[in-house]
């Protein structure tokens, strides 16, 4: 049968099921990344399960979004971190290496292979030709323990590139035209995958900004072929043995095919405040600018950050702007400032940071009020960047520069000569800073500073559970809404019952306290939801928080991948409307009753029964058996403990 690249990597992996769309399948893991704001917890959830070493092919722990170091806590988890990698037979990467993505693609990822991380932007890696899937750190720490990670076969979409990028137009624009034709959740249930003559016109750091970005679909990853380019930039990191050629049968069949014809691509920018906001830079050109960042793991590749400094040769940073550079990686910069390049960007008034999230996750940079702040970054949810009612753009690096030398939004097609950039033959490596595991059966003791608080408790799902609807929101609220990141909340991450106080803290600052009274008065309490609910980050402490704060039932019109896993791994029942009219009917306070429950989970039922306020609402159950056992069981923990015990 013939088959995408997608199926070829899937199939060589398949450990439990069939390859039947909508049906779930297991699939074998052989490397993991985990970064610092979701692995502290994913390491505490794999201590949990008392294996002494990980059980991949290769795992690798980074230190990417927690650095800056305003007290004890984000330090002490940094060298939790690096004693856990020692421990258990990490790389260890620490902080001010780079963003783990990057490096990733640099030195470890593998063409065929496949990764599981626990941060959405994982699929980076389907640059390569790797299957590159995001998942919570629970999942995350499973791989690790060799267990399979499962996951609802997706659809398969084909996005035929044909034409090449015209000077000034870059990868970036790819993906940014892709999210203004199929929306933030556009790719929801499909993996997207790259195939046709436009492939070849696209080096491997050029895919991986659009594997990257295409998270933004809402897509399980996305993928390229492995092919002559892959070949070379693998051989530029100096592991060219590491090629194997990979691409989809010639009548491999996609489920859907979008074509995107890049000759006719022009410069795009996502507008205020969703990545999907998508309109002509020419639309919004002339707007005057405070602040433009070029980097995050999105774009800042060699090529994108030379591609600034060449424009920047002759030119200098408007005064009214503040240049950012996050450098992607200690290899970027090594290779930047072995070139010269470097020197340009100092001169031109850029502000060079350390390698690292920074700003994306509002670790830092935040915009000054009512300005605009331009950043090639993935994202622009309102308020991630750290300021209340933000006007973040998200645009490519040539938007990015040709705007910080104007000091208004640009079309880079007025800036006078496109710049030739010339990529090294054979990249420094720059990774002498990252430690490859220690031997096996070395002893090593973990480092546990005083913020790292044990994993909560949790029961087991009663029969029938009573709660009030706590709160009620629309469509498309992200992670960012549920549990949101930035300096002060961050570091946090490893203690559940103190960042569980900021869970909605921006849609909702009372909320905290109405699901302690709900605690108090009944079981806990439910919120209600629109479409695409939980979309963006990976954070499992989206779900892990609320359910600390009694939170045992979501029901919205439809959930975000990695999200709805999250829950169901975390005991949250994750139930859909049957009439999605009954939204409308549900209001903030109403009583809520579900009796029968746990003979309805064991049942298989996939329609439940809710009784609001004395009205009944059906909601739909979509979950596989594994889950319904986990969800009854209360978590996935207690699920794997009683399955240990049961010697499953
Ligand atoms: C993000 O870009 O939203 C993050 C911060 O990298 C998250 C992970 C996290 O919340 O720690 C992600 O993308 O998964
Ligand atoms: Fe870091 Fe931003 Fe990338 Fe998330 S999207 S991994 S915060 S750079």
Redesign the pocket.
């Known amino acids: 049968m013939a088959m995408t690249v997608t199926e070829k990597i899937l199939a060589a992996h398949l450990v439990e099921g069939r390859l039947e769309k909508g049906t779930e399948v297991g699939i074998r893991i052989d490397q993991t990344l985990t ?1 610092d704001a979701t692995g502290t917890m994913a390491y505490l959830e794999f201590e949990a399960t008392g294996l002494s070493r990980v059980r991949t092919e290769l795992s690798v722990c980074y230190v ?2 927690n650095l800056v170091q305003s007290d004890f806590r984000n330090a002490d988890d940094h060298r939790f971190l690096q004693s856990v990698a020692r421990r258990y037979g990490l790389y260890f990467s620490p902080p001010g290496n780079g ?1 783990s ?1 990057q490096i990733h693609l640099e030195r470890f990822g593998r063409p065929g292979k496949t990764l599981l991380g626990s ?1 959405s ?1 994982t699929p980076t890696g389907g640059g390569l030709g790797m299957l590159a899937i995001g998942a919570g750190g629970l999942d995350v720490a499973m791989a690790m323990a060799g267990r399979p990670f499962y996951l609802v076969m997706p659809k398969v979409y084909g996005v035929r590139l044909t034409g090449r990028l015209p000077a000034w137009v870059s990868a970036r624009d790819v993906l940014l035209e892709l999210l203004r034709r199929l929306s933030v959740k556009g790719g929801v249930g499909y993996i997207m995958e790259y195939f046709g003559p436009g492939v070849k016109e696209l080096s491997v750091t050029d895919r991986a900004a659009i594997t990257n970005f295409g998270a933004e679909l809402g897509a399980t990853t996305s993928v390229f072929p492995s092919d002559g380019n892959t070949k070379k930039f693998l051989e530029s990191q100096g592991r060219g043995d590491q090629w194997v050629e990979l691409v989809a049968d010639a009548d491999a069949v996609y489920d859907e095919v979008i074509e995107i014809d890049m000759s006719g691509l022009e410069p795009l920018i996502a507008c205020p405040s969703s990545p999907d906001n998508v309109v002509r830079v020419r639309e919004v050109a002339g707007r005057p600018v405070s602040q433009v960042l070029v980097g ?3 774009n800042s590749s060699l090529r994108d950050l030379l591609l600034v400094a060449k424009v920047l040769e002759k030119e200098t940073v408007h005064p009214d702007v503040s240049f950012e550079i996050n450098p992607g990686s200690r290899q970027v910069l090594e290779n930047l400032t072995a070139q010269g390049d470097m020197l340009s960007l100092i001169r031109a008034g850029a502000r060079v940071h350390q390698a690292g ?1 920074l700003g ?2 509002g670790m830092g940079q935040a915009p000054a009020t009512n300005t605009i702040s331009l950043r090639t ?3 622009n949810f309102p308020g991630r960047s750290g300021t209340k009612d933000d006007q973040v753009y998200l645009c490519s690096p040539e938007v990015a520069v040709a705007s910080a030398i104007t000091g208004r939004i640009t079309d880079p097609r007025d800036l006078a000569e496109y710049p030739r950039i010339v990529l090294p033959e054979r990249y420094l490596p720059g990774d002498q800073r990252i430690e490859p595991p220690r031997p096996a059966g070395e002893a090593v003791a973990i480092v546990r500073g005083p913020n790292i608080a044990p994993f909560p408790e949790m029961d087991a799902l009663p029969e029938t559970w009573r709660g009030s609807v706590l709160l009620k929101v629309g469509d498309n609220i992200t992670t960012d809404h549920i549990m949101p990141a930035g300096a002060k909340i961050l570091p946090l991450r490893s203690n559940i019952p103190a960042i569980s106080e900021y869970v909605f803290n921006a849609v909702d600052p009372d909320l905290v306290a109405r699901a302690g009274k709900a605690r108090q008065q009944y079981d806990g309490g439910m919120v209600v939801g629109g479409e695409n609910y939980g979309q963006g980050s990976s954070r499992e402490h989206a779900a892990l928080a609320p359910r600390y704060l009694g939170i045992r039932v979501k029901l919205v019109k439809s959930f975000a991948r990695i999200h709805k896993a999250n829950l169901i791994n975390f005991g949250i029942l994750p139930l859909t409307f049957v009439e999605p009219a009954d939204y409308d009917t549900i209001r903030q306070g109403e009583e809520v009753e579900i009796s029968g429950l746990r003979a309805a989970l064991v049942a298989g039922a996939e329609t439940i029964t809710v009784a609001i306020a004395g009205r009944t609402v059906r909601a739909r159950l979509e979950v596989s058996a594994r889950h319904r056992e986990i969800l009854l069981d209360g978590s996935l923990l207690n699920w794997a403990a009683m399955a240990a015990d049961a010697g499953r």
């Open positions: 970064q990417d979004h963003i993505h941060d932007h995050s793991c999105s999230c994306c996750i970054f993935p994202r």
